[in-house]
Structure formats: C-alpha cells, structure tokens
C-alpha cells in the first residue's frame, strides 16, 4: 500500500484522526496525481469535480513532501478557510511540523506611517470617517497582524481604508519611520520563511511583476505551485500582464500630496494641486454619458486632448517635486508621479494599427474611468512564468475540463506537458439531482421570454416549496422577472443588491424556503448545504458578451489566423461558466435537487450537446409533473 492509500484509506491516519471522515476513491486519485506531479517534478491540471475533497488531496501530498509550496486560491475568503479550517486540521492529523502562514494583499493590512499621518492630519475626513479613523487608530495599538478584517465596526467598502493602508506605489519601503514595526513586512518575511504559504492569484501573479523592493518575493524560492479554483488564472494573468491607468489613483495621489503639502508646509503647492484635481474631474466630465467597457475607437475624439492637458500638469508637478525630494515623503510622491506619468505616455501616443498584440480600451465607472493596454494573448508569458518559478506547477478545480477535453483551459495558458486527469463528482447525482429541460420556452432574447420564464419559475417554486435559486446572465433580465415574480409567490424573495452579498445568501440559509434572484456574483463561490437550496434554475448559456473588447479582439485575432473562435473560445468559456452555476446545487451528500435550464439552444442548437456532455449525469426530464414526484419523493413541495 502506497502512503497516499495507507492516509486516505478507510481505516487509515485521516479516518482514525477526523470525525466524519469518509473515504473517497476521487480523492485519492487525486492525491496520488499531486504526489506523483511534486515528486517528479512536473506539472499537473485536474479537474476535480464537487464532493471530491480537493483541498485535502493536495494539502497531504504538498505537507508530506517537506517542499516550500505555494498554495493560490481566487479569494480572501477561501484563502481564509484553507489556513484557518483546512491546513490546520490536516497539519494536526497528520502531525506535520511544518511552519505554515497566509499572505494577503497588501491592502489588508494597515500601514502604521499612513495611519500615523492621517491621526495627525485628519483635515478633509467627513465626520463619520473621522470617528472611523478613531476606532482603527485604537485597535491599531493592539492588533498583531493588522488585518483590516479583524476591525468589525468599520466597513471593509469605507474609503478611510485607502488613507491608512498601502500601495505599491505609496509605500515608503526600507525608509519609512516605521518599517520595523511593519505589518506588511512582517506577513511577507513570515511567508518567505515559511514551509506552506497560503496565497491568492492576484498576490501570486503580481509578486512576479512587482518585484517590491525590500519586500522580497515569495516565488523564488518555491519548489511547487498549487493553483486552486484554477479555472480563473488566465483572465487574471490577463489583467496583470497588461497594463492600467486609473484615474482614481491620481486622485488619490493629489489627496496624499495635500497632506504632505500641509505637513511640511509646502502651502505653495496647493494651487498646482488643485489644478490636476479640477483636471481629473474634467477629464472624468469628458465621457459624459459613457459606462462601461469599450474599444478605444468608439472613445470620444476630444478625450484625447484632456489626457494631454493631465499629462502636461502632472509633468509641471513632477519638476516641482523632485526639487523636493531630499524629504522621504516628497521623494516617494515624486517616485509614484513617476509611474504614474509613464502610464499614461502608452494612452497619449497615436494608436499603433500594426500592433496586434494589445488592445486598447476603456472602462467608464460612475465616478472615474481606466485606461487598459491589454495582452492578447498570454501563453507564452505565462508559460515563461511558470519556467522560472517552481518545478512543479498544480491547476486544479471543479471546472476545468469541456467534455473531456482541457484544451479551452491549457492553451490560452500555454501549458502542454503536464499531465491531466479528470475525476467525476463523489455525489450520486443519478439518485440525488433530476435535470429539466423544459420544452416550449421561447429563446431567451425573445421578447415574450420572461413571462415565460416567470410562469415556469412560478410552479418550480410551489413544487419545490422554495429553496429555489434563480440564476441570470444579465440585471436586465433579473429585474423583469422580480417585477413579474413578487406579488405571486408567498416565499420570501432575495434580490441580488437589497443587501450585501454575504447577508443576502445568509437570510436565504436561515429561511429554508426562500427565493434568490442574482446574476454572476451567484454562479461561483456559493456554497449552501442542505435543503435550503433545492432547485437551481438557469436563463440563458452564458456566453461571454461578444461587445466585450478584449473578447471581441480575441476573436478576430483568432479569426485572421484561421482558428474558429465560437468553438476554441466562447463556447469553452460558456460550458466552464455554466459547469459552475450547476454546481451550487449538490454540496453534500445529503443534498438534493433539481437542475433547471431554460435556454432552447440547449435543444435546438448543435452546441447544445457540447454543454450537456460537460455536466454530470443525471436524469433528464421536460415535465413539471416529474419535477413535482421528484420533491414529493424528498417529502418537500
Ligand atoms: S513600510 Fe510601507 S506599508 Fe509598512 S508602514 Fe511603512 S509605508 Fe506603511
């Protein structure tokens, strides 16, 4: 017997040592394909579907082989679960004394010489923020690792966070007064020292790119890689490999130059000061009527001569400031406008029409806008990546794989040797789920489709009784059926934004019977267990949209090499998409439920079996009738 099997078997170390431990052979599978990747030092991509136990399967292997391993996630929360619920049970169970720690970015923790600067300066806070700056500058004396989370009275969305936390770019680094006591520093030598450090993918894609000075950097030393939720790494490999403009982050430039200003009593600068500001609302004033994301030929003809107008101020203030430079302070302003104007000389040049590696683009938010330089492709950048860091690189995730193909995953990414496997969920979903592809629904850009669609959400809530999700590609639809929906059902109804998410899903946990109607934040990361959640119902394939202008660029660039787009790209990205709103449905072993998707392509369309082919097996019906035996069976409808 193997040391994977004698560990997972059913009378083995993690049966003996777990309460409620239960053998699963995709789980070991699982373990054996980490253990032998790290040993041999290759890499490895696995699909691992839900119920499978995927982070024990690579946690044991990753703790049994003494390596420094990097472990990224996609989000704080998860990071969260793996070092404060996972690591620390599979460490005890498995009496590894390895030092492990967790690495956050840098934006959660708080910066001491920027908090020290704001107590003394409070001028420009509104009241509230004032009284919110109290309370973080009394837990700051207190607190030993300074994670932002931990100060519950102020909210993680108040914008004092940004005044008394760091950037790259406003961190004073190795001259800063305080850097001894730093909290930064401290997590980031803690995790360089560190056996297992538990990160997520922007820090980890990001500490390659940075290279923060003094800071030093986690890969270097690293042997292995374990890339979790891993179907997320390339959009955002994408965004880091590229390049931002945020017109915010002047903003915030100019608010800190204020305050220096004002310290150091450089009151001659505050008219200069206030001109780029005045510069960056006008610029903002300039795309008037504009929202949301578009290509750099539909940006307004003028819009250019605002962003010379800030590149010559913000160019005056640089000359301004570096004879001021002597002073730490003034030094680290002067080194930020520095990256800063370089950023925006890539926006102010012509665009170059023979450059078919980036795209242009701009994203318009209420109150700002960004500039991006995006990368069209990123395989050999990612691949080069992995080269110089770790022997071992590990992607797995409950959605990798179309069919049984990973290629939708691999290619963008470059990766063609490692070694794949794909492993079925642990659930029965042959007893446990029922899929319904109902018939007669028009397609879902029809006009009559949301009536249609409500009437059907109607009788799947009162067969089910409730616990019902209703998933949406678009707001736009989302409202129409909360309009149609709420005086006819007497189910309590969620709507994605009456509340934060986290306490939208919790009020639906404690009702047991509720109705939660929500778009993309829904489909990923949502985990509720047990009969609260019993039908999950889809509107629409969720192809990306084609206006998107990294998308559309993709596609054309696919299109002039002769590659064919829709089946290479937008259909793999939809069936990884919808693999993963299928999966909030069975969480446990006790769950149960019923899968229902209302888009008619799903029959009609020859890309429709792609889809069905990539969800797990279970069995299908068109009748409500089915549907309603199915919940009588389960004694709830
Ligand atoms: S080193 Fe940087 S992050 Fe740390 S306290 Fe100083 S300025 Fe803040």
């Known amino acids: 017997m193997s040391e994977m099997e004698q560990i997972f078997a059913a009378d083995g170390i993690l049966a003996e040592r777990l309460a409620h431990y239960n053998p699963r052979s995709q789980q070991l599978s699982m373990a054996v394909s980490v253990e032998n990747a790290i040993h041999n030092k290759q890499h490895a991509v696995i699909e691992a579907g839900t119920g499978t136990g995927k982070t024990f399967a690579y946690l044991v292997p990753a703790l049994m082989s003494g390596k420094k391993v990097v472990i990224s996630t996609a989000t704080k929360t998860l990071q969260d679960q793996i070092f404060e619920k996972d690591l620390p049970t599979i460490t005890k169970a498995l009496g590894s004394p390895l030092k492990v720690s967790v690495l956050k970015g840098r934006r959660n923790y708080i910066c001491k010489h920027r908090l020290d600067n704001q107590v003394a300066l409070p001028s420009g806070l509104s009241t509230l923020e004032k009284k919110q700056l109290a309370h973080i500058a009394e837990w700051a004396v207190i607190t030993h690792k300074g994670e932002t989370t931990e100060l519950k009275e102020v909210p993680e969305t108040s914008p004092i966070w940004a005044q008394v936390t760091s950037t790259t770019d406003n961190c004073l680094g190795q001259a800063c007064p305080v850097y001894d006591k730093c909290h930064v520093v401290k997590a980031r030598k803690k995790a360089i020292t560190s056996d297992i450090v538990v990160v997520n993918h922007h820090l980890l894609l990001a500490d390659t790119r940075l290279k923060e000075e ?20 390339a959009e955002l490999a994408t965004s880091v490999f590229g390049t931002q403009w945020n017109l915010r982050r002047v903003q915030r430039w100019v608010k800190d130059a204020q305050l220096t200003a004002l310290q150091t009593q450089q009151h001659v600068l505050t008219r200069k000061l206030d001109e780029l500001l005045k510069l960056t609302r006008e610029s903002r004033l300039g795309l008037q009527g504009l929202s949301g994301n578009m290509p750099w030929s539909d940006v307004p003809k003028g819009f250019a001569s605002f962003l010379d107008e800030l590149h010559e101020c913000m160019s005056g203030l640089t000359e301004t400031i570096k004879a001021l430079s002597d002073d730490v302070e003034w030094e ?52 080069n990546l992995m080269k110089t860091y770790a022997s071992s690189w590990i992607f797995t995730s409950a959605t990798l794989a179309v069919g049984e ?33 109902p018939k007669g629904l028009p397609e879902p850009n029809h006009p009559n489709f949301a009536v249609a669609f409500t009437d059907l959400a109607e009788d799947l809530i009162e067969a089910s ?32 934004g009456q509340m934060p998410r986290g306490a939208l899903l919790d009020a639906f946990r404690e009702d047991g019977d509720a109705v939660l109607l929500g778009t993309s934040t829904f489909w990923e990361g949502v ?49 990884i998409s919808l693999k993963q709103g299928v999966g909030r449905l069975i969480r446990d072993e006790e769950d149960y439920g019923v899968l229902v998707l209302c888009d008619s392509r799903l029959r009609s369309k020859a890309y429709g079996k792609t889809f069905l082919k990539s ?21 709830h409808g």
């Open 214 to 233: 003094g800071f030093g950097e986690l890969l270097p030393d690293a042997d292995v890689v374990i890339v979790d939720e891993a179907h997320q790494i």
């Open 465 to 496: 009784g409730g616990g019902v999700f209703l998933l949406f590609t678009s707001y736009r639809m989302l409202n129409l059926v909360a309009d149609r929906l709420r005086d006819r059902i007497d189910k309590d109804l969620l709507i994605q």
């Open 332 to 383: 680290a302003l002067w080194k930020r406008m520095g990256g800063m104007l370089a950023g925006l000389e890539i926006f102010t040049k012509p665009l170059d029409d023979k450059d078919t590696a980036h795209i242009r683009w701009l994203d318009v938010s209420h109150y700002g806008y960004t500039l991006h330089d995006t990368p069209i492709e990123i395989s050999e950048e990612f691949k």
């Open 615 to 635: 969800l797990p097996t279970m069995p299908q019906t068109d009748s409500i009738e089915k549907v309603r035996s199915f919940y009588k069976f389960y004694d």
């Open 405 to 437: 193909s990973f290629k939708g995953f691999s290619e963008p990414l470059g990766i063609d040797d490692a070694e794949f496997s794909l492993l079925d969920s642990s659930f029965n979903y042959q007893s446990q789920s029922m899929l319904m592809l």
């Open 527 to 575: 985990d509720v267990q047990g009969s609260a959640l019993r039908c999950v119902v889809i509107d629409k394939l969720p192809f990306a949209s084609p206006g998107d202008p990294v998308l559309s660029a993709k596609i054309n660039a696919m299109r002039e090499r002769g590659d064919n787009p829709f089946m290479q790209l937008q259909l793999p990205q939809a069936v």
